[in-house]
């Protein structure tokens, strides 16, 4: 029999609707069982098991503190009131729970998880700034006097994506929670090739349900095909587009998500390649700091800064962006570069600046059409 155990029971329900079976040990410290935590991370038991018995995986070895453990370990049930008392169970501590939503968190921020790891990403980032809200908000009506109801805090701090994304005023012309592409360009407020383009790159995420021709007709279609797209294929494509109502709505979900890392595109990376050859010898940074902004590169010995922006840019606040050029352009030159141009096209660029002055090397109105993203130094 297993030396730990578990003295104490308790059905834990943080998210609203997934009822976590939750002990407190015989040591004082509190874990949940195997298929509890799971269920909290959003990943299947065996799913959780197998990642606990590589940890930590590839993907997110560069972001884990590599002096903290996490190991699934056996407790016999002392508890009465637990349906398993008597049995030895797999559990996981606080401490190793934290540390496993800590390693996705930060890895969703660089973009560094896997497809089939991006709804756990997705999960952990949004139970982060929940449970920091919960546990500010039980101290404080705790220290003022009252017994607060932590469960019933946590569950109203989660935040349902799905939910929101109605209270930001989407609405679905089909039944049963099913948009067509009208409904979802007019919220984001995008062309639909735009949107085109995003369901094309993500076809094996996002599946279309198609309409019959009485569906189409009673919301006055006159098209002999039509496809819908599930609310909560919605949200991904909500979450997946820097719209600005998508910005927003990431804002409210994954909180300050951003704090812990910066995402960085595959292009931004590619360019970061092909610049640090380019400027091998003349100090290049990357993700510098002037004043309280952050640039893409900084080349210290030409006293040049380079933003390398996508179709996201079209998004950005101008009034914001205005102050940020400002800023930089007091004491170095700036050129803001499209992330599809030719390596040519950027060194023309650089030749025309000059410190107090932005030089800009894209047009927003063709940023919508992107192309796969190329670069060869050698021929450019």
Sequence with gaps: MSERKAVYYGQVELIPGIVCD????????????????ADLLGMKHVSLRSVVATWPPKTLKPFVDKAISVVATLATVEAKNSPHKGREIIIYDSNMIETIISAYVVAAGHNALQKNQLHVGKRCSILVPALIRTALESAIK???????????????????????????????SVDDDIAIKKDITQFLNVPQSTLNSFLRKHQTDIKPIKLDSATIRSIGGKASRMNGYHLNDVTKITLGMDSVIGIELKKQVFGQIGSFAKPETSAEVQWQKVLSEVFEGFDLHFNYRVGSYKVDFFVAKLMLVLECNGYCHRYYDA???????????????????????SLETLFNGILQAKPGTTV???????????MPFNINPLNA
């Design 22 to 37: 939750g002990y407190i040990l015989s040591d004082g410290s509190t874990c949940l069982s195997e298929r509890g935590a």
């Design 142 to 172: 705790q220290a003022c006097g009252f017994s607060p109801n932590i469960q019933q805090i946590a569950q109203k701090n989660y935040i349902d994506v799905v939910k929101l994304i109605k209270e930001f005023g989407f609405t679905c």
């Design 319 to 341: 009034d914001e962006e205005k102050k940020r050029e400002k800023l930089i352009t007091q004491k170095y030159s700036l050129v803001r570069f499209h992330h599809q141009v």
């Design 360 to 370: 800009k090397l894209y047009d927003l109105k063709q940023l919508g059409q992107e």
